[in-house]
């Protein structure tokens, strides 16, 4: 039988043991077919919990790791690292899916992964997607990485990892894997590296990045209609040349 209890101010599974290991969608689909509609709720709830705890470590120990690669070998490893895994697989299978998809297609799968990232200040997956003639333009506030750990979880109760007890690292000097900024989280140099690696790839970033360094502001990613479109400033920053025309 179901049974939610409060656990760290959350609803949490304690269910018996035949039960425990089925997946909460699954347990909500059937609470609608017989009708328990708020326990369908409360499981949906349950359900999103449940990616926090090991969404966020990841993201937590990333940075960490970036950080102490950084102190141990110097921070031009970090992009070494970086570019390593991104190059690899993680970006590479990016590139395949999107160089050949409609721009509005790359901006609804990148939605669905953002809401999966957990953003908004309730971190439920809330963005905000806007379009004009020239681009689409996705709005975290904050990022359900970069920005939550820079801000401070609201949630959990912890305060920023720019200080202690975590004092996760930023750049020392200005590169272009940081936008050619200083006191960049080494986190969210790999959005850089996004843009670079696509440059390098096919002449243009798929998506370009606003940072800002108030952590309070949000990230917006930007996806242009055409690489025509994108202004020069998204390859100078970056160390590159935009290109005098566009395959």
């Not at 721009?103 to 809401?115: C, I, S, Y």
């Not at 333009?137 to 007890?165: A, E, F, H, W």
């Amino acid at each position: 039988m179901l049974k939610l209890s409060d656990f760290a101010g959350r609803l949490l599974r304690t269910d018996a043991p035949e039960t425990l290991g089925k997946p909460s969608h699954l347990l909500a689909e059937e609470a609608i077919d017989a009708g328990r509609l708020e326990e369908a709720k409360q499981l949906t709830r349950t359900a999103h919990d449940e990616f926090k705890s090991l969404h966020d470590l990841y993201c937590d120990w990333m940075w960490d790791m970036l950080s102490n690669i950084a102190k141990r070998f110097g921070e031009a490893e970090v992009y070494t690292m970086l570019r390593a895994t991104q190059d690899k697989w993680m970006l590479r299978r990016t590139w395949k899916a999107f160089r050949n998809m409609a721009v509005k297609t790359q901006v609804d799968l990148t939605a669905e992964m953002m809401r999966a990232h957990r953003c908004g200040p309730e971190q439920d997956g809330e963005i905000s997607v806007t379009e004009d003639e020239e681009k689409f333009t996705i709005v975290m506030d904050p990022c359900g990485s970069g920005g939550r750990m820079r801000r401070g979880d609201t949630k959990d109760g912890t305060p920023s990892r720019l200080g202690p007890p975590y004092d996760f690292g930023v750049t020392k000097e200005a590169h272009p894997w940081s936008w050619g900024r200083k006191d960049v989280p080494y986190y969210c140099t790999h959005c850089a590296v996004n843009e670079i690696l696509p440059i390098e790839w096919g002449g243009s970033p798929l998506w370009v990045t606003d940072f800002n360094p108030d952590a309070s502001k949000p990230c917006l990613w930007q996806f242009y209609k055409k690489p025509e479109l994108i202004p020069e400033k998204y390859w100078t920053r970056v160390g590159k040349t935009k290109p005098d025309s566009f395959d």
